[in-house]
């Protein structure tokens, strides 16, 4: 492990102050959940959300790695398009102290590429983003429940996550090999597969208003650059939910929703179940991509 001396600052400014959660809870919260949340994050270009003065105020997606960071941060140069042009430093955090340091930054929420440093233009996931709009908690759980045989008859380990927000991600670990373009067009076609088999359910519509009252399956971060949010992070809403990995036989739960867990309880949780997504590297699939 790395000792590089963190100057921890403000520690009493309150971030949510709904909940009087301040600085010093937010980086105490991360300090304890380190160990759990940097297999997720290792040699992942970070963006960091970032809400110096508090979840009332206007917060702000940071990608650059900025120059005062101290050098003992690491960083990757990365493509700002995926072929060519333009390249920019963004954040690596493979260690505790990184995460301390983006926390004392006001970093609320830090999110992960689908890509790691050694192969930014090859994705080792897959995801779709489940998001109810106005659609409710139940229309994302149905579609996780649709999904999951899919993915499965496609030869993928899913794994299930609540975002902390409203709805649910779906993950699958592939191995290292096709490129965006190929993740995408595989996600797509799993979408399409539910939009033909219940066409008053689901939507593959990018415009809002052609959607009818169906769930967007979005399979559109499975793009060079896209960010998801990491396992365990915190999101910058009252009560301070955590984006949480589940085990599959808890969607079944009725009293489960996107933020059923939060910093005052997903300690407790931890102590109980464990990381649902602990180990999921090893169980990488190769994708089968049609050219």
Not at 113 to 123: I, K
Not at 164 to 173: E, F, M, N
Request: net charge negative.
């Amino acid at each position: 492990m790395s000792t590089h001396p963190v100057n921890l600052t403000s520690l009493d400014r309150v971030l949510f102050p709904a909940d009087g959660i301040t600085k010093g809870d937010v980086i105490d919260y991360y300090r304890r959940m380190a160990e759990t949340m940097l297999p997720h994050m290792r040699d992942r270009p970070l963006t960091l959300h970032r809400f110096p003065q508090g979840i009332d105020q206007k917060g702000f997606y940071m990608k650059e790695a900025p120059d005062y960071f101290p050098d003992w941060i690491e960083r990757v140069m990365v493509p700002v398009e995926e072929e060519g042009g333009a390249r920019q430093p963004q954040i690596v955090c493979n260690n505790p102290e990184t995460l301390l340091y983006i926390a004392n930054q006001g970093t609320i929420t830090p999110h992960i590429w689908l890509s790691r440093t050694g192969h930014l233009e090859q994705p080792d996931k897959i995801i779709w983003d489940l998001d109810p709009g106005e659609l409710g908690f139940e229309a994302v759980r149905r579609a996780a429940r649709h999904l999951r045989p899919l993915l499965e008859e496609a030869g993928l380990v899913p794994f299930l996550m609540t975002t902390g927000s409203k709805g649910l991600h779906i993950v699958a670990p592939i191995q290292v090999g096709p490129r965006f373009d190929d993740t995408r067009a595989f996600a797509r076609a799993i979408g399409q597969r539910l939009v033909d088999e219940y066409p008053d359910l689901y939507t593959l519509e990018l415009s809002i208003a052609a959607r009818a009252g169906r769930l967007f399956l979005d399979y559109l971060r499975n793009s060079f650059a896209q960010n998801s949010v990491t396992p365990y992070a915190l999101r910058a809403r009252p009560v301070a939910p955590v984006a949480t990995p589940l085990t599959w036989d808890e969607l079944d739960r009725p009293d489960l929703h996107s933020q059923s867990y939060t910093l005052a309880n997903i300690f407790r949780r931890l102590a109980q179940k464990g990381d649902p997504m602990a180990g999921m590297d090893e169980q990488a699939k190769p994708l089968a991509v049609s050219h």
